[in-house]
C-alpha cells in the first residue's frame, strides 16, 4: 500500500489518491458523545547512561472519561520511540511545544511525536486500548503534529527547523510525501533546541488551506541577563496545494519577540496565539488574529495581557478561550467575540495544582498543554510536577468548576532545572482528548 501511495504522489495523481483515502478515514465517524478518551504522553526517555535499567521509553498514558468530566486510567501504552525527557531550561517542560500529542477528526486515530529518537507514532483507538500500526521517521526533535483528512504534517523543530508530510491510509500507516518538506529559517541548536526559542507547534487551518508554525524565538534582546532572541518571534503560514504539499515559501508575521507558543482556532477559523512574553514586564497575553488568502495576518486585538507569567498554551471551545500560564500555575479565561476579539474575563480562572502535595515538589503546579473535549464542557491539562492531569467544568459564564486532578502520570524531577539534555524519566507533554 505504502509503494502504491508513492507512486500515485509521484505521477501527479495525488488529490484523486486524497479523495478516495478520505472516504475510507472518515467514514466511521463516531456519533458525539458525552463520554470519550484522554491521551498523554510521559515523553520518557531512557538512553541516557545513569538510566535505571527499567527507566521506559516514550508511553502513552490512556483515560476513559465519565460523563461527568472525572477520568479512569485505562492502561500504559509504549510508542516504540524515545521522548525528550526533562530539558535543562525547564524541567518541566521538556518539549517546550504544543499539539505533540493529536486525536484525528474521526477519533480513530492517534499521533504522537517522539523528539528523542526522531520519529512519530501512530496508534488505532479502541475503547479500552490502543494498537500501535505505525513509527515513522521525521526531521530532528519532532515536537508538533497535525492532522486533517488523510493529510499529516510533523513539525521538527531542530536546526533550521522543518515541516514535512505523510499521507495516512486505513491501517494506520504513513507514507511520506516526496517535496513536501519545507524548512523555516528556525536558527535553533541542531540537536537539541533550547525551549525558550524553539519552533513550538504546526497545524492545519480548519479549512486545510494553510499550515500556520509558531517559533518563539525569545524574549527582546536585553529583555533577561544572557538571552539573545533567535529572531523576532514568527508566525509562519504556508498554503496548501491539491497535492498535499505547502507553498515553495511562507508568508511570516513577525510579534515583536511576544514569544507566540501554543494556538487554536475559534469557530470562524481566527487564530488565537498565547504570547509567553507578550504583556509588560514579560508577563503573558493572548492575541487573535484573521488569516487572509496569502497568509498574511491582520490583527482583530493583537495583545490582551492577564498579568499572568509564562502563558503558554491556549485552547478555546468557540465562546470561551483558556490559557494555561507555567511558571504562575494557573489558567486564564477570555470571551471571544463574534469577530474573534478576546476579552479578559479572569486572569486566575483556576488553580492548575490547588491540592496538597509533597513540598518538594516545585514543579507541581506547572500546568502545560491543555486541551478541550469536543463538547465544549471539558478542560484538562497536564502537571507534569505532580503526575497528574487537572480536569474542570466549563460553565456557561465561562468560569470554571475544578473536577480534581486524576493521577497515572510520571512525574517530573524535582526542581526546575535538570542536570542534562535528554536525561532519562518522564516529562509529561502533550494531550489530546475527545
Not at 26 to 41: H, I, L, M, N
Not at 186 to 202: E, T
Not at 214 to 220: A, H
Not at 274 to 298: C, H, M, W, Y
Request: overall charge negative.
Amino acid at each position: 500500500m505504502k509503494k502504491s501511495i508513492t507512486r500515485i504522489l509521484q505521477s501527479g495523481a495525488v488529490l484523486l489518491a486524497f479523495s478516495a483515502l478520505a472516504t475510507v478515514v472518515t467514514a466511521t465517524q463516531p456519533e458525539d458523545s458525552s463520554e470519550g478518551v484522554v491521551f498523554v504522553s510521559t515523553n520518557h526517555n531512557n538512553t541516557h547512561p545513569n538510566a535505571p535499567a527499567d527507566e521506559p521509553a516514550n508511553q502513552v498514558v490512556m483515560y476513559n472519561r465519565a460523563d461527568n468530566g472525572k477520568l479512569n486510567l485505562v492502561g500504559t501504552f509504549d510508542t516504540g520511540g524515545q521522548g525528550s525527557g526533562p530539558a535543562v531550561r525547564f524541567a518541566g517542560d521538556g518539549l517546550g511545544s504544543s499539539h505533540s500529542v493529536q486525536l484525528s477528526d474521526n477519533r480513530r486515530w492517534l499521533f504522537v511525536t517522539n523528539a528523542g529518537s526522531n520519529n512519530v507514532s501512530v496508534f488505532r483507538v479502541k475503547r479500552d486500548r490502543l494498537e500501535r500500526t505505525d513509527v515513522e521517521p521525521t526531521g530532528v526533535f519532532p515536537n508538533s503534529i497535525t492532522q486533517y483528512r488523510n493529510l499529516v504534517y510533523v513539525l521538527n523543530s531542530a536546526g533550521e527547523g522543518s515541516i514535512t508530510g505523510y499521507v495516512l491510509n486505513n491501517r494506520g500507516d504513513l507514507t511520506p510525501i516526496p517535496g513536501s518538506t519545507r524548512t523555516l529559517n528556525a536558527n535553533q541548536d541542531s540537536v537539541r533546541p533550547d525551549v525558550l526559542f524553539n519552533p513550538a507547534q504546526v497545524s492545519f487551518t480548519p479549512d486545510g488551506r494553510h499550515l500556520v508554525v509558531t517559533i518563539k524565538d525569545g524574549p527582546p534582546a536585553g529583555a533577561m541577563p544572557n538571552v539573545i532572541p533567535t529572531g523576532p518571534s514568527r508566525v509562519l503560514v504556508f498554503g496548501v496545494g491539491y497535492d498535499g504539499k505547502p507553498s515553495e515559501n511562507f508568508t511570516q508575521t513577525d510579534l515583536n519577540n511576544g514569544g507566540p507558543f501554543g494556538f487554536s482556532f475559534d469557530r470562524n477559523g481566527n487564530l488565537l496565539v498565547a504570547l509567553f512574553v507578550g504583556g509588560p514586564e514579560l508577563t503573558g497575553s493572548v492575541g487573535s488574529f484573521r488569516i487572509n488568502q496569502d497568509g498574511t495576518l491582520k490583527a482583530i486585538t493583537s495583545n490582551v495581557p492577564n498579568g499572568e507569567i509564562d502563558t503558554c498554551w491556549v485552547e478555546n471551545n468557540g465562546r470561551y478561550a483558556y490559557a494555561a500560564n507555567y511558571t504562575s500555575g494557573t489558567i486564564s479565561s477570555y470571551r471571544i467575540g463574534k469577530d474573534g476579539s478576546l476579552t479578559l474575563l479572569a486572569s486566575v480562572a483556576g488553580l492548575a495544582d490547588d491540592l496538597p502535595g509533597p513540598p518538594d515538589k516545585s514543579q507541581g503546579g506547572t500546568p502545560l498543554d491543555l486541551r478541550i473535549t469536543k463538547n465544549g464542557r471539558f478542560l484538562y491539562n497536564v502537571l507534569p510536577g505532580s503526575g497528574t492531569i487537572a480536569g474542570w467544568r466549563i460553565n456557561r459564564d465561562g468560569s470554571l468548576t475544578k473536577l480534581g486532578e486524576f493521577g497515572g502520570l510520571p512525574d517530573t524531577i524535582d526542581g526546575d532545572i535538570a542536570p542534562f539534555e535528554f536525561g532519562f524519566g518522564g516529562s509529561p507533554a502533550g494531550i489530546a482528548v475527545d
